[in-house]
C-alpha cells in the first residue's frame, strides 16, 4: 500500500492500456470492404535511411494496407538472401534503431497501419520499455517478433500491455495445436502464419498447408490470422487472401529495390517505381481474393 | 496531518461506527464461531515458486480509480484459477472503495489463504477481521508505536492469523522484526521512476533472517518485477493493479505465477546437475516458433534416452571401443617447472588428454551423443556448424559410422585457416559448405545451419557443438561432455592417490570443454575454477573475443539463448577476432553466464601472443602439440597459478583440460614461429580444400 509519505510522488508507472488493437481496427474496416489486408514489408534503412522513407510513402499510396517495418539485424536466421542483402546494406548504409520511429511516423503519416518487425535482441538492447514508449508515441502499432516465442516474451507483454501495442507471433505449418494455443493466446491484433516451413524468399508455388494451418490457428483461438513467407505473385496473393485475414509480402517487394546482382541497391527512382508496379499488382491480387 | 494518519483515523472511526453495532464482545464471540485459519506461512514459500498474493482493489489515493469491480467473488475465483496462493482484499471504504462485504463475498468464493488489508490500528479491527474468516491481517509499521505494533502482532498470532507486517526503511524492518513479526512486506520502489529498486530491496531484504517470510509489496504489475524481486530474494509477491485491471484476470496471474517458477527452477542446485531452460538469468529458446516442434522433440528423446540404461550401454561402449576413452590424464612435470620458474611456486600441473580421442578433440564426446539420438528420432540427415573444424570432423565421422547424410557449414575464414580439416570432412563422406555470408566466421555458419535447419527440421537434426543455442542444447552437451572431468577426478584420485585438485583450467569460446571437464567440481568448494576466453589482440584493440571482461560482452539474446554478446551500441553483432577459429565466437554458452554471474567459476583471456607461448611450451617441455584452442588453457594455466600463489598456495594440483591436438594448426604455428618461409606459408593457404560457395 502505497502510504508511506516518503514513497509517494504524483508519477505513476503507466497500468494496462486498454486502447482497442490497432490491427483489429483495421481487420474491421477492411472486413467492411469484404477484402484481406495487404501487408507488406520492408527493411527502414534500406537502401538508405531517407530512400526507405520514400519507399514506405510509395507501398501505401500504392495499396499496402499495413507495413512491416523491419530492423535490419546483423543474424538474421530467418530471413534468406533477398532480405539479408537488403540488412546489409541498410546496415552499411549507417541504419540506425532510433531513425526507424521515423520511419512509423511516415507509415501512419501516409494512412498505413505502422508495424514493425524485429529480430528479439535488437529491442532488448534497445530497452524493451523505453522500445515500446517510443514506438507508441510515433504513432506504432504492433511489433512482430520472429525469434522470439511467448514462452519468453513476459518482458515485452508487459511493455505492449501498458502501451496498447498489438503483439504478433508466429506459426509454423509443424506447429503442434498446444503451441497455436499458446501463441494464440498471447498475441495481439493477429497471428503470422509462415505459409512453409523455412526462411522468407519468394516461392513459385504455394502448398496447400498455409490454409490448413490458418483453420488450425483460428480453431486455437486466434481471432485474426495472416499468411506470410513465399508469397510473391498477385494469384498467390489473391488465393491466400481467400481464407487468411491478410497477405504478408515481403521478399517481392525488397526485390524490387535491389539490383540484379542481388546485392547491391538498384537506383533509387528506378527502385521505387518497380515498387509502386509491385505493389499495385500484389494489391489487386489482395483485392481480388474474395470476389472470385 | 499526512496521508497516512488520515487513512488510519479514518479506518478506526470506521471501526468505532461498526462497534457501536456490534460489540468487541460480539465479534469475539463471532470470531470464536468462524473457520479455523489456513495457516498463510506454509502458503507464501515454496521451494518450486514465488506465491502470488493477488489483490481485490478498486482506487488508491495515489492512482485513483483503478476498476469497478462489480462481483469481487467472480475476481478471487478468477485469481484463484490462476494459480494465486493468497488474496488480498481492501476493506478500507474512504479512499479504496473496499468493504467487510466484498471481503465477505471473497471469503465464500475461495479457500485459499485471505488477507484484509485495512488500516488496523485495534484490537476490534483485528477480531473482526477473524470473526470475517481473515487468514492474515496488515499491520503497517509507520502507522503504529512499538509497543501497539507488537501488541497487535501478538494478538493476530494468538488468533491463528498471520500479520503481513508493511516496511518501507531499514529503521522499520528493524522494528517489525523486534515486534516479532513472521512475513514482512518489504516496498522498495525507485523514487524516481518508481521501477523496481531491486538493489535497494537487496540492501532492505537482505539480511533478515531464514525464517522471516519476505513479501515484495509494491510496484510489481508484470513478469518483470516478479522475476526482479525474486532473483533479489523475494520470498512472495503481492499484486494489485496488474492483476485487478487486466483483461484476463486468470491469465494475468497465470503469467506471474509462471514467471515466479521459472525464476526457482532457473537457480536450483547442486550446480552440477542444474538443468535447463534457463541458467540463472540466462539461457532459454530465443529462436523462430518453426523451431519449437524440434526442439521439443529433442529434448523429449533426450529424456528418455537418459532414462534408458540400453542407450548409456551404446554410448559407453562407442566411448571406449571407438573414441578410446577414458582419455589419460597425464602429470607434466616439466610444463609444470617452467610455470614454478615464471610464477615462483611449485605446482603439479595434469594434462587432460582429450587431444588423444578419435578425431583428436572432445568434439566427439557431444557428436557421438547426439548421433545416437539422431538414430531415436528416426532422422536421417545430420547438419553441423564448425569453427576450427573440430566439431565438424567429429559430426562427419560419426555419420560415416553410423550412415547417416551429413553437411558441415563453415566460415569462408575459417575454411581457409583450417583446410586440413576441410579436406578430412570430405574424405568422410560429408557435404562441407563454404559460408560467405556476414562475417564468414562460426557465428555466420551457425546462421546458415539454422536456416538449413527451419527449412528441412522434419528429417534433419542439427547437431550444435557446443553448450550455447536454444534449450536443451546446453544441458545436453554439457551431459554428453561431463565425462571429461568425472574420468579426470577418479584418474586423479586411483592414478596419483590425489582427492582433489586445487584448480582446473579450460578454453572457453561457446565452452563445452570447459562445462565438460568444470561439472564434476562444481559442487566442491574446494576446487577452483578457472576459464580462459580468446583476448586476440587484447580487449582494448578491439580485435578479440572477450566476452566476460568489463567492457565487452553485454547481456543480449544470441542465436538461440540469452546469455553475454559481443555487440555494438546498436545491438549488432561485433566482429570478433582469435587466432584461433575455435574460440572466435560472439557470445558464450548461458550456464557460463550464470557461473560468472554467481562467482563460481573465474573468466580470464589470454592473447593470441600467451597462447602460442604455451603452445611452444608445451610442445617442447612435454612433447605434446596442443590445439591451439587449448593453449589459452595451457596460457590460462600460468594465470591461475598467479592467482593461487596469491591465494597462499604453494603446490597446488592443477588440472589443465587438453582439449585437442595442434596438428591442424601446424600451417598457423609454422608461420607465427617462423618455421615454414612466407612461401610456403602461402602456398599452404591456396591448396586449402575450400568447400563449394553457398548461394
Redesign the interface.
Known sequence: MNTNEHTETPVQPLGFNHRDSPCETMFRRLDAEGRPAFIGYLPYGFPDPDASLDALHTMVGHGVDAVEIGLPYSDPVMDGPVIQAASQIALGAGERIAGVFRAVEAVAEAGGVPLVMSYWNLVFHYGVERFARDFANAGGAGLITPDLIPDEAGEWIEASDRHGLDRVFLVSPDSADDRLATVARDSRGFVYAAARMGVTGERSTLSASPEQLVARTRQAGARRVCVGIGVSTAEQAAKVGAYADGVIVGSALVHTLLADDGRSPRDTAEGLRLLAAKSDELAAGVRAARSR | M???DE?VSGAVEDAKTREARVSLDQVREQAAQAPAPIDAIRWLRRADAVPVIAEIKRA????GH?ADIPDPAALARDYESGGASAISCLTEGRRFLGSLDDFDRVRAAVHIPLLR?DFIATDYQVWESRAHGADMV?L?V??LDDDRLGHLIDLTHELGMVALV?T??REEIARARRAGAKVIGI?A?N?K???VDVDKYRELAGDLPDDVIRVA???V????EV?DYARAGADAVLVG?GVA???DHT?AVR?LVA?GERVKASETTPLSRHEGPYFGRFG???????L??AL?ELERVYEEAKADPAFHQELMTLQQRYVGRPSPLTEAPRFAARIGEKVGITPRVFLKREDLNHTGAHKINNALGQALLVKRMGKTRVIAETGAGQHGVATATVCAMLGLKCRIYMGQIDARRQALNVARMRMLGAEVVEVT??DRIL??AI?EA??DW?????DTHYLLGTVAGPHPFPSMVRDFQKIIGEEAAEQLRDWYGIDHPDAVCACVGGGSNAIGVMNAFLDDPRVRLYGYEAGGKGPASGRHAVRFAPGTG?L????GAKSY?L?NS????LDTYSISAGLDYASVGPEHAWLKEIGRVTYDWATDEEAMDAFRDLSQTEGIIPAIESSHALAGAYKAAADLKERGYEHPVMIVNVSGRGDKDMATAGKWFGYLTDEQAAALDVTGAHGSQV?
Do not use: C, W
Open positions: 499526512s496521508v497516512l487513512l488508491s489515493p495515489s492512482k483503478l488489508k496488515l503497517i509507520a502507522a508493511e518501507h526503511t516496498n520502489r523514487l521512476d518508481l521501477s509489496e509494491s510496484g504489475f508484470g513478469a518483470v522475476e493493479e485491471t487486466a483483461d491469465l503469467r514467471a532459454g529458446r530465443y529462436v523462430p516458433e518453426a519449437i516442434t521439443d555470408l556476414g557465428k555466420d546462421n539454422l536456416r527451419v527449412t528441412n527440421v522434419k553485454q543480449g539474446m544470441f542465436q554478446v555487440e546498436e545491438g549488432q553483432t548461394a
